[in-house]
């Protein structure tokens, strides 16, 4: 598809001016508008359209393949089935709504469309042989509303929209039915048809559950001269019926009027939003697509609302109606710690927090006493079929809950919220360490080995890389957090011994392994036999030969084609980043836009709808700029060479620091460091002659480039180049253009 850029903007498009005291002023309007998805012509499916979302209320809006009409989607990431003997995937998915049409009077022709991020809403021009129809839509945030305007010029002298209920089956199992594949379970028996009403001005559709509660949309129209108001609400009540009162009352009583609170509230959010944290990059299309993923992971996930999983709010057709965890949520959630868009991360760390009880049962009987698993797939309330265990014969793929561990370990660390660790960290961690040590055992050197495990969609190996990386990483944690905690654990000296005494990762020439006698010999997308170097920073760049045999192993596993997709890019750049190589990071991240399964609009695909590769990609950027591993600050620790002018506020870092930092022609000349929690503070830069500029802290050498600061809570410094005097003023060039959307034809003004 080819994409025009006519840019006539003759002036760099934004300045940001970063004085002596490290901070910058923003015109965040004028700099997000230049980040808008821009369409001129109208999408067809979920993979072009712009899409809007609360956290748990999503749509997206397109024109509907093979029909005259206008589509609006109706999301809602908390409506799952609850079969309560079903804990399959079918059982416990995601379920699809229902969708809106607006049916013109004259055929459509053509329109426009854009997706506003500061504003968050949609707005769109739609021309038919009749006249035109000005459209804009947003999903409320602080408000449980679908809100779509429509107004008419012309002959298109009115507006009305249909709610088309879907089919309340498992999408996996419908998509089974049409295309007759092996997914297709005979014995799965449909959830009751949808009921619509109509009483007292409220629309209504009530889809009820197999076995009980259901989900209740609710809508109602308000029109003033040519425009009509649409708005919709949908809740989900299980295993009582309370959703139908909740969305019935929720659109009763609002009027137009109302809706001025609403919006301003909705915008409100936002506004607060996006300045948590500010990244320009020289590259305009990545630095585009980098913004698109901070408003995409506000609009799938927040507070109160659901998890990111495969679809998002936006479920569609797809054989990945759940969430799965052997990759897609921890990928889906790493951006949210450095972007210090912690909030965002709460609704991970509250599933592990309030299920754990569900963990448990996800083992068998026998273990339950003092262990827990995750599935591979569950609902949100993480239960599932009890995982396969070592010695059963199938696929005993027991590393998804210490990996989903080390990702609210990383919210403690970028927050220092110890009532994470406390809550859900160390309980959690404790049960998943204990299923591995079952299967432990040492042999005649005294050496411990693990028994056939499985790597993530490859195959079955004893000492498995995947889960021999997660044990180690475990016990390390466990002791931290217990010695955080000021625990006395009796399991400490069986972590220590497990440390001591744990088979090294297997390997050969061509690099890590699979596992004991299984070598990397097939082309396979996943890294996860590559978690000791990313995320896990257990082999790392301050160890003799690490790197090496990362770089030995990347490049074996990218040798093999056939199976190599999006997120095998994104993760081969972050292993790159993770030992400073920028250059081959940013190449590697760089092929991701030549793929065809990144969607105009920037969600992905692979067989079907899945967003978390496009959401790591945005942490490649972080890894190119912050990293914070071992203790210790790295600005700029993998910044590509052409990348020569580069600036950020406000990425945060373990330890919960706020770091804001510029490189101007190649050379970092600003640092802004401030101390949320007090933690000790030692910083890696390649500035040369560092001197504290602002502040009281006390800057002390201790290796080359390495720096130690006595920060205490609250305290900030800001470091630069000894010999500049003046405050510094950095130029964020560049035109700005929109490189996503569809056909993007923008025309720009000063």
Same mark, same amino acid.
């Given at each position: ?13 934004? #300045?940001?001016?970063?004085? *002596? /005291? +490290? $901070? ?6 004028? &700099? @997000? ?50 079969? #309560?003997?079903?804990?399959? *995937? /079918? +059982? $416990? ?6 969708? &809106? @049409? ?649």
């Amino acid at each position: 598809m080819k994409r025009t850029y006519i840019v006539t903007a003759l002036l760099a498009y934004f #300045l940001t001016f970063f004085s *002596i /005291n +490290g $901070r910058s002023q923003v015109d965040w309007q004028s &700099f @997000l508008a230049k980040q808008d998805l821009v369409w001129n012509r109208l999408p067809q499916a979920w993979y072009e359209a712009p899409f809007m979302g609360n956290g748990s209320l999503g749509t997206y809006i397109c024109k509907e393949p093979g029909t005259n009409a206008i589509r609006l989607d109706v999301g809602n990431n908390l409506v799952h089935d609850h079969r #309560l003997n079903d804990l399959a *995937i /079918n +059982g $416990r998915c995601r379920l699809l709504i229902g969708y &809106f @049409l607006l049916q013109p009077v004259g055929e459509i022709v053509d329109g426009e469309m854009r997706l506003d991020l500061w504003n968050a809403e949609t707005t769109a021009l739609v021309r038919t042989t009749k006249g035109e129809i000005r459209l804009r839509a947003y999903v409320t945030s602080g408000n449980p509303y679908i809100v779509a305007e429509a107004e008419a010029f012309g002959g298109e002298d009115s507006v009305r929209w249909q709610f088309y209920p879907e089919c309340t089956d498992s999408p996996r199992q419908i998509r089974a039915r049409r295309t007759q594949n092996a997914h297709l379970e005979k014995s799965y028996v449909s959830n009751p048809l949808s009921e619509l009403s109509l009483d007292d001005g409220i629309s209504r559709c009530w889809q009820p559950l197999l076995d009980g509660g259901g989900t209740a949309t609710a809508w109602r129209m308000m029109h003033d001269g040519r425009k009509t108001t649409l708005v919709v609400t949908c809740e989900h009540s299980f295993p009582g019926t309370a959703a139908r009162e909740k969305a019935s009352t929720a659109v009763k009583n609002l009027c137009l009027a109302d809706l001025q609170e609403v919006e301003a509230t909705h915008r409100n959010w936002w506004h607060r939003f996006y300045p948590q944290s500010f990244v320009s990059l020289p590259d305009k299309r990545l630095e585009n697509f980098y913004w698109v993923q901070m408003y995409k992971m506000a609009s799938a996930t927040r507070i109160g609302g659901g998890l990111m999983d495969n679809c998002g709010p936006w479920l569609v057709d797809t054989p990945w109606p759940n969430t799965w965890w052997n990759l897609n949520v921890q990928l889906a959630y790493w951006s949210v710690y450095p972007s210090n868009r912690l909030e965002l991360g709460i609704p991970l760390a509250d599933a592990v927090a309030n299920n754990l009880g569900n963990l448990i049962n996800n083992v068998p009987e026998p273990y339950r006493y003092n262990s827990a698993a995750l599935p591979v797939a569950t609902a949100f309330d993480l239960a599932g079929p009890c995982v396969n265990l070592p010695y059963s014969g199938k696929h005993a793929q027991v590393g998804c809950l210490p990996w989903l561990c080390h990702n609210l370990w990383l919210h403690y660390r970028f927050s220092m919220d110890e009532r994470i660790l406390r809550h859900a960290v160390y309980p959690t961690l404790r049960r998943a360490v204990n299923l591995y040590i079952h299967f432990l055992k040492e042999d005649e050197n005294g050496i411990l080995h693990l028994a056939e495990t499985y790597s993530p969609e490859y195959g079955n190996a004893e000492d498995c890389n995947f889960d021999l990386a997660l044990l180690r990483w475990g016990c390390e944690t466990l002791l931290k957090t217990t010695e955080i905690l000021g625990v006395d654990d009796e399991l400490a000296p069986k972590w220590k011994e497990i440390l001591q005494k744990l088979v090294a990762y297997p390997q050969d020439e061509t690099g890590i392994m699979i596992g004991k006698d299984m070598p990397y010999a097939r082309s396979h997308r996943h890294y996860s036999h590559l978690l000791m170097f990313y995320p896990l920073y257990l082999l790392n760049a301050e160890q003799p030969g690490s790197k090496e045999l990362m770089e030995r192993s990347v490049t074996h596993w990218h040798s093999i084609p056939g199976n190599i997709l999006a997120y095998s890019y994104t993760g081969a750049s972050s292993l790159y980043a993770a030992f400073g190589e920028g250059d081959k990071a940013l190449e590697k991240l760089n092929r991701i836009f030549s793929m065809s399964s990144l969607t105009p609009n920037t969600l992905y695909k692979e067989s079907g709808p899945v967003i978390e590769t496009p959401l790591s990609a945005a942490q490649c950027v972080h890894d190119m700029l912050l990293q914070s591993w071992g203790g210790k600050i790295r600005v700029f620790p993998a910044v590509p060479s052409v990348w020569q002018d580069v600036c950020y506020e406000d990425l945060r870092t373990e330890g919960a620091f706020l770091v804001s930092a510029v490189r101007k022609g190649g050379k970092t000349v600003n640092i802004r460091i401030e101390s949320l929690a007090g933690e000790p503070c030692i910083l890696r830069t390649d500035m040369v002659n560092p001197v504290v500029k602002l502040g009281n802290a006390v800057l002390n050498s201790i290796a080359p480039g390495e720096y130690r600061l006595d920060l205490k809570k609250g305290e900030s410094v800001v470091l630069t180049p000894k010999g500049v005097d003046v405050c510094l003023a950095t130029e964020v060039s560049g035109e700005g253009q929109n490189f996503f959307g569809l056909n993007n034809h923008v025309k720009r003004t000063k």
